[in-house]
């Protein structure tokens, strides 16, 4: 099977990948070729993991297919496991406009925005979610069902089979706190969620730790050989920045990811405009509209009327057309950045934080949600404070391009580290293997917590 010219995996029924149907195949390079990136003992234990699930049945189940940490992650995880001998497919929900409103507020709310999750908003939920019962979106016996975020969180009722093993991903800030002093949300996502076999957060402070399941902490991971994470010529980039009509002389600030509210876009413009009163410099906002979030065209469309009259600010809503070319063109534009921005104010992870420090980038993120997992401020990377003590640590690294490029060595080295594709999908097996095969068992030990990443308190993780 051949992935579509374009690279571009549009579902129709909602499958993005099935051997079983002939559908999109997405490529992965051969196991054999990380060992230069990570060594060969780390690819024998994902292979010993894998052995260990082999001809199991697995279907990942998310909310879009274009767009998001979700979809990345999984455009690599999905082939390299039916590589390994793991049967897995990937479907998507559908969902109209008026669904996607209600669970990008769901989303919202659960990491900490004040308002009520109504019962209109949980109509709209249930009705969608019956459509795609109603649809087949599950139409084959997989052992193993994992569910990704909150999105399809509410399948689980209509459609786990005896025997089947169930497992939730969230890939969001989750905020306990904010979600338990909010009655109608908490019993909402609770009577979902507590019919799960076990979850998954992606940091130790994101576990709800009242669900009464076993929880399991794998961060998320990027592809090193992926289109957007391998090395580049510099014919490449610069063909991009020529597309663009970016200045290759000038030098680049940069943000890249989802145009959503709590990406701190704002933060990005002032610290830019106070350092370019010192220094000649340009910014580019990169980005590109998920399926899933409807807040990202008005987003968009607020940046476009901010920066309409500053030529030194380039706001790129890269096409999703094509995903291959808008991987290389996201690819290439962190290549030519200078110093990369993600001022978040929430933050499940923030993958393109990995890829960033993954490429040798010096990178400025806010002290919040998962972040300081990558970022060590003085270290890895830099935290945001105010616009001018911020503006003032990006002047340093224009100016000092040798300490820009040791501490975009020190991101890279903890990223190899950490937060690649081998190491992570084998933690993922080994869960699932765990929950399978009865070793955690949410009868027996409903408070238990697995993590296979090292547990910081994260002020001590703070230079």
Known sequence: MVESSNGSCIPTDGTVYSSRKNVCSLSISPTEAYIAIVGSKKIERLHRAAQQLEGLKLLEINSTAEGGGVAEILYSSIPLLNALGVEVEWKVIQGSKEYFECTKNLHNLLQGMEGDFTPEMERIYTDNLAENVAADVIDYRPDVVMIHDPQPLGLVRWLRQTGQTWLWRCHIDIEE????????????????????????????????????????????????????????????????????????????????????????????????????????????????????????????????????????????????????????????????????????????????????????????????????????????????????????????????????????????????????????????????NMTVNGIVYKEICPDCIISFHPWFKLHKRRI
């Open 177 to 432: 706190e904010a979600v338990v002093a909010n009655p109608s949300l908490w019993e909402f996502v609770t009577g979902w969620a507590e019919h799960y076999d076990a979850a998954i957060f992606s940091a130790a402070h994101y576990i709800v730790t009242k669900w009464p399941l076993p929880k399991f902490i794998i961060p998320p991971f990027i592809d090193p050989l992926s289109e957007k994470n391998r090395e580049l010529t510099q014919d490449e980039i610069d063909g991009v920045l020529d597309k663009y009509q970016i200045d290759p002389g000038v030098p680049i600030i940069a943000q890249v990811g989802r145009f959503d509210p709590w990406k701190g876009i704002d933060r990005t413009v002032a610290v830019f405009r106070r350092v370019r009163e010192e220094k000649r410099c340009q910014l580019i906002l990169a980005g590109a509209l998920a399926a899933d979030d409807p807040e990202g065209e008005r987003i968009l469309a607020n940046l476009y009327e901010e920066t309409k009259n500053d030529d030194d600010i380039r706001v790129l809503n890269l096409s999703l057309a094509n995903r291959l070319e808008n991987h290389r063109e996201v690819n290439a534009i962190q290549r030519a950045a200078s110093v990369v921005m993600q001022p978040s104010t929430r933050e499940g992870f923030g993958l393109v934080i990995t890829e960033a420090l993954w490429k040798g980038k010096p990178v400025i993120a806010a002290d919040v949600g998962a972040i300081p997992l990558q970022i060590r401020d003085g270290d890895t990377g830099y935290f945001y404070e105010t616009p001018y003590e911020t503006a003032e640590k990006v002047l340093y690294l224009l100016e000092n391009p040798g300490a820009a490029e040791a501490i975009g060595e020190m991101g890279q080295r903890y990223v190899k580290e950490h937060f690649l594709l081998p190491d992570r999908l084998a933690d993922q097996l080994l869960a699932i």
